[in-house]
């Protein structure tokens, strides 16, 4: 399948002679779709255009970062004037401090915090924190959960209720990836029996708040607040990951919105403005244990640099004027009745997930508990579907395993396009 542009194509054929794969991150390869991948010329608002002088509304925003849309004024404006005064400079800056009494503002749990350049790293790093700080090397992460891809973090597991880690990539010594405990998520006896067994070596349990990169998959009622009493029973450190949702699904992520206090939280994506960056934070004890106070050593070149925080900064102030999230979550329930309405009248057997401005729309209509669920989708609606979709304009992830994003560059009247298209394409599957 391909319907791209003739630039594309060569820059595709190009890219592919010269880097793996063609692309920096897989999921843009678009396997799951069996195609490939346009390329960018441009992307303002809620639209991209590509190099082939295509439009498309996108429901990515560059996979969680853009939630004021693609090159937001007050962004840009920041990092052209920042810029003038330097871009990097390895010595602290204003920005850094500002940019975390801002977090530490917003998030209650957060009494100090550490900026990366990635979410990745943030993971890493809490992780590393963790061990170091507990004197336990164990770590508790759910089948399904994506936490970036550093080597204690890239493991899946079987469908076995207490599997010792499997790596999930070639070159993770499997001595490394058997210190991570794989649990299947939303599932209370696995945890209670794996902490019964081994409680007292585990240093962490480290969670997708929401988990957004297999689908996107709710708690059952009941079941952070277990990941909370039993870290707490056990001497073990709950670790937010709110990479995806922190500063997306309100001013406290997820722990704001459920009311939970994680001993550690890792953020990214919307704190940078578009811009690589991640930053963890929690406990003032714990993230004490950093060098140059502690013993747990974390480090980065680009940490804070000046153009990333402002950036961010610009972000979150957009975000902090009162009618931000709330107009994320009007324009989430705008679309989410209308695609509700078009699956629901044309038969399609589907299930919806939505919170705020994030949602994912699975072609099954099994009840949705964890990954297990999400990977027993109808593979090939999903592909005729996108590709339906991307002819006429309209951008969603390039796998049915990914959650989508609205930004407040969006108007109803896109929505309304979006779902005229979709039923369109429904219609002749
Ligand atoms: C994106 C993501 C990461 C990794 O962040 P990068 O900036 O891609 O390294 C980690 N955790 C979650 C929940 C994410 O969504």
């Not at 993230?287 to 972000?315: E, F, I, R, W």
Request: proline share 6%.
């Amino acid at each position: 399948m391909n319907q791209n542009g003739p630039l594309s194509q060569k820059l595709f054929a190009a890219a592919k002679e010269v880097i793996p794969g063609g692309v920096n991150s897989p999921v843009r390869a678009f396997r799951n779709v069996g195609g490939e991948p346009f390329f960018v010329r441009s992307a303002k608002g809620s639209r991209i255009v590509d190099v082939d002088g295509k439009t498309y509304i996108d429901y990515i925003g560059s996979w969680g970062p853009n939630i004021l849309g693609h090159a937001p004024t007050v962004v840009t404006n920041t990092i052209h004037e920042v810029a003038k005064s330097g871009i990097s400079f390895g010595i602290p800056n204003p920005f850094e401090v500002e940019m975390a009494r801002t977090i530490c503002e917003w998030v209650p749990s957060v009494q100090k915090v550490r900026m990366t350049s990635s979410g990745t790293e943030a993971t890493m790093s809490a992780i590393r924190l963790a061990r170091g700080f507990a004197k336990r090397d164990y770590i508790v992460k759910f089948n399904g959960c994506y936490h970036g891809h550093s080597d204690s973090l890239l493991v899946a597991a079987g469908s076995g209720a207490l599997t010792h880690g499997e790596p999930d990539s070639a070159g993770v010594p499997k001595a490394f990836a058997e210190k991570t405990i794989v649990l299947p998520y939303n599932d209370p006896a696995a945890l209670e029996a794996v902490f019964a067994a081994q409680g007292d070596q585990i240093a962490a349990i480290i969670v997708e708040s929401y988990p957004a990169n297999a689908g996107l998959v709710f708690p059952k009622p009941g079941y952070l607040e277990l990941l909370s009493s039993i870290t707490k029973k056990y001497g073990a450190l709950l670790i937010f990951d709110e990479v995806m949702t922190g500063f997306r699904l309100g001013k406290a992520g997820v722990q704001g919105l459920e009311n939970l206090t994680p001993d550690l939280s890792c953020f990214g994506k919307v704190i940078g403005g578009g811009l690589p960056v991640g930053a963890f934070g929690g406990r003032a004890d714990v993230m004490d244990m950093l060098a140059p106070l502690g013993p747990v050593y974390q480090a980065g070149t680009l940490s804070g640099n000046p153009l990333a925080m402002a950036a961010g900064l610009a972000q979150l102030k957009e975000l902090s004027k009162v009618s931000a999230y709330p107009r994320l979550e009007q324009l989430g329930a705008h679309f989410e009745a209308g695609l509700r309405t078009i699956f629901t009248e044309k038969g399609i057997p589907h299930r919806l997930n939505r919170v705020g401005s994030m949602f994912c729309l699975f072609f099954t209509d099994r009840e949705i508990v964890n990954v297990d669920d999400v990977m027993k989708q109808d593979l090939e609606l999903f592909k005729k579907f996108f590709w339906g979709a991307l002819e006429k304009g309209i951008y969603i992830a390039p796998s049915p395993y990914e959650t989508g994003f609205l930004s407040l560059a969006h108007t109803e009247a896109d929505l309304d396009d979006t779902l005229s298209v979709f039923e369109k394409v429904l219609a002749k599957i």
